[in-house]
């Protein structure tokens, strides 16, 4: 888009938009609504419909609106008698063949077709003859049913799947009045991110399976809040009725989703109503667990520890988990553990992630700088399978904007055939291709013709290098992908951005859920003077992490273990080593939702709130701070994660005087650096989130409308946020109340919500904190990473092992996929992929049985050829139902070589 601006008018309003971008759109920022139903800001227009015809002078006809650049000094009127004729023949046209079905239609009460008759149509229709009939709902994909009589072929679905997600296996059949959309039987629409299409649709010929006949619009409660299925935190409006979660759609956040989410997102609600959830509280006695009340409960927990403290002292206590909660669960249970207990084994993730030195210490991208980087390099898991929307923007970069893309990789995956430059390396080798690579695009050649590829599709290209981290594989060390981080950061245009999986784990990490640091990116021994005088206490040593925790629960030195919402036996990649330490652990303690593998060793249960039943906020990859919303009462007597510690930690003696989650926000903003003026007034004015440290981001706020200019405040309500069309049904009656001819008024902005760029005086009215009861002592600093720390490349596989690769399906077997219906199906067998010549050495066939050897452990697997696992290599999925790749890694060892034997 042109940054040069040209004034147009539009029904004698005069309005100034860039050169260049068409004139739907540059109607609607402006406020000014065409009716529309083929065309959708978020992809590229065709004009298929017909219903944004426009009159323009000097133009000939009536141009669409949406196929139309802007010029300077265009004239435009949109209610002229002409236009209106045209409307109301287009709309004449549509209603030929659909049925008239509103009262049983799922679209009814938020259908664009609907409410566009009603504001532009005719009225009536002199059509009277037989409609066509169509064999109706047909299932094109798991969760998305198709009734092909109220489809009016606007493309936007077909559209989608071939644009946007890259899966076009929806598609136009037949011709003429038979033409209608639908799949192949051997390509049906099995698709990641199907659901979007239902939201997209202006009818009712999509609808999702999950919510057919759920519910009405209008009597649903919305709430905007942040999507926790993943770590990316896309921006969400999650509907209810009668107390039940029944919808999420997603809202247009432009530095995140823009709109869209994955179907594991849009549909994985269904889980917080899960029968099979806990409610009250539990404690064993003797060999049962019993309900008990909270009072009786927390008692228990406190007690047994308590005993282990007085014991064995604060080391014998150990916290694992706490990344799936909000930003103030993390921040209280990390001021329980560290300032209460005084134990700094805490760790969120589960020996999957990366040391937090490295996700806080780097210097950062954010998402949305992919659109213009010199290049993205992966150096991460598959993002199609972990961060499905992080796919779709990396996917936008590469295929439509041009940027290179540069794959790491150690094996093919979503985003490989759109890579500019591939090189493969063996797990355990990364560094030195990072090397390689920094190297060519330092001096401008190489003798690799993969570099040169890259060196020359960077070539030209100002911006900043953006890095995607993550772990590639859980069979292998953190620290090859640590030495390859540090790699690339030689570069100074070089920036990060962590890929890692878990909702809130960068929040987690942030405010103190990992050993050796305190909250707001500072490590223990920088911020230890600012928190004791804080929290009148802190550790005195660094502590362990989740392997460190296991290995010492299993020498016998961790007594008693808190379980904050973790099940280390399906996450931790070591199973047996999670088997001996759990078993080995005298007193556990679990804040969870649901009973697990590992937290049925549970002597204390206590039951918590979930997605869409609590308030807060969450901190996505990027280190954007975002709101959660609270739709639902909880069921039972479900608690807060931070008001269990609160309860737990009164029962030691300490008062956190915390009671309302604001007020931990609100200590938050005042206490942790990195979160320094990130208020709970902030959090709900700004549109888009806030990205921490907030100093470094203040040109980044924008604001929501503002109310009352004097107070600075603002309306929480965002108007149009949903989806183009589905706030238009709400407005139209005043448009033609207005107007007096049905014709096309002023509305609130439809795609990203409307905003204002914040004045300084505001930033700091929002962002002031009460400094009254600071520490006296100076604010800590933030942690830099040393990047100078090291790896060695593991050796290469012998010539009788394939080295293995473990990584994850976004359907596994986790709780949000196997307790919500709508997904509980689609998680995948675990099966052992190999190259073909590889199984060919091995000597069996696709389907047969071997058994997979390592060091660790050995378990039987079905094997099948795959061109894409290269060979002397080995794929297997991690954390899906039965025995997998966990039963075969050893944390302890740097690469993880297998051998198999054909049972065959």
Known sequence: MSAELVTLTIDGKEITAPKGVMLIQAAQDAGIFIPRFCWHERMKAVG???????????????????????????????????????????????????????????????????????????????????????????????????????????????????????????????????????????????????????????????????????????????????????????????????????????????????????DKGRFGFEYVHAPERIREPLVRVDADMVEQSWPLALEAASEGIRKAIDLHGPGAVAVIGGAHGSNEDAYVWARFAKGVLRTDNVDAQLGDGLPPEVVNGLPEAAISDCDTAAAIVLLAPDLKEELPVLYLRVRRAATDLGVPLIDLSSREHGLTKHATATLRTIPGQQAAAAEKLLAGITSGKSSDPQVRAAIDAMSGRDGEIVVILGRPSMAES???????????????????????????????????????????????????????????????????????????????????????????????????????????????????????????????????????????????????????????????????????????????????????????????????????????????AARDGVVVPVAEHRDALVFTNAVTASEFGWDPIRPGTVEDESFVGAQLTNVVEASGTGAAGVIPSGGQPSGEVPSSEEIEAFTAVDDSAAPAVPLPELMVWDRSVTSAPAPPPDGYALRLVAGRKLYDAGRVTMSS??????????????????????????????????????????????EHTPAGTAFMLFDQPGEGAADVIDINQSVMDLRLESLS
């Open 478 to 684: 953190q620290d090859h992908t640590v030495a390859a981080a540090a790699a690339l950061a030689a570069s100074p245009r070089t920036r990060f951005l962590s890929a890692l999986r878990r909702s809130n784990v960068r929040g987690a990490l942030d405010l103190g859920l990992s050993p050796g640091t305190l909250p707001g990116r500072v490590t223990l021994e920088a911020g230890r003077a600012w928190f004791d005088e804080a929290w009148g206490g802190t550790p005195e040593t660094a502590g362990l992490d989740t392997a460190g925790i296991l290995q010492a629960a299993k020498a016998g030195k961790i007594h008693a273990l808190v379980l904050l919402g973790a099940d280390p036996l399906a996450d931790f990649p070591d199973r047996k080593l999670a088997r001996e330490g759990l078993d080995a652990i005298s007193f556990v303690v679990a804040v969870d939702a649901f009973a697990n593998e590992s937290n049925r060793r549970a002597d204390v249960f206590l039951p918590v709130t979930l997605w869409g039943e609590k308030s807060g906020s969450t901190t996505n990859i990027e280190g954007r701070i975002q709101r959660l919303g609270r739709r639902v009462a909880p069921e039972g007597t479900a608690m807060d994660d931070w008001r269990i510690a609160v309860e737990l930690a009164f029962r030691f003696g300490v008062d956190l005087d915390l009671e309302t989650v604001d007020e931990v926000t609100d200590e938050i903003a005042r206490l942790a650096p990195a979160h320094r003026g990130v208020t709970s007034r902030l959090l709900v």
């Open 821 to 866: 219906p709508a997904l509980a199906n689609l998680a995948p067998s675990d099966v052992l992929l190999v190259n073909p010549a590889d199984r060919d050495r091995i000597g069996v066939a696709d389907g047969g049985n071997v058994r997979v050897i390592s060091a660790r452990g050995a378990t039987v697997l079905a094997v099948r050829g795959d």
């Open 48 to 262: 298929m419909c017909r219903m944004c015809l426009v009159e323009i002078d000097g133009v000939r006809g009536l141009p669409p609106a949406c196929t139309t650049p802007v010029a300077d000094g265009m004239v435009v009127h949109l209610q002229k008698d002409n236009v209106q004729k045209a409307q109301d023949g287009v709309l004449e046209f549509l209603l030929i063949n659909h049925p008239l079905d509103c009262p049983v239609c799922d679209r009814g009460g938020e259908c664009p077709l609907q409410d566009q008759t009603l504001a532009f149509g005719p009225g009536e229709s002199r059509f009277v003859e037989e409609k066509r009939h169509f064999v109706k709902p047909i299932e094109i994909s798991p969760n998305v049913l198709l009734d092909r009589e109220r489809c009016i072929q606007c493309a936007r679905c077909t559209r989608f799947a071939d644009e946007i997600a890259g899966d076009p296996l929806i598609t136009f059949v037949d011709r003429g009045d038979r033409m209608e959309v639908n799949t192949f039987p051997e390509d049906p629409f099995i698709s990641y991110f199907s659901g979007n299409v239902v939201q997209i649709c202006p009818v009712g010929a999509l609808t999702a399976k999950p919510y057919r006949f759920r519910a009405r619009p209008w009597d649903l409660q919305t709430s905007e809040t942040t999507c926790q299925g993943c770590s990316v935190g896309c921006r969400g409006a999650v509907q209810s009725s009668s107390n039940r979660l029944v919808r999420l759609l997603g809202v247009d956040l432009d530095p995140v989703n823009q709109g869209w989410l994955c």
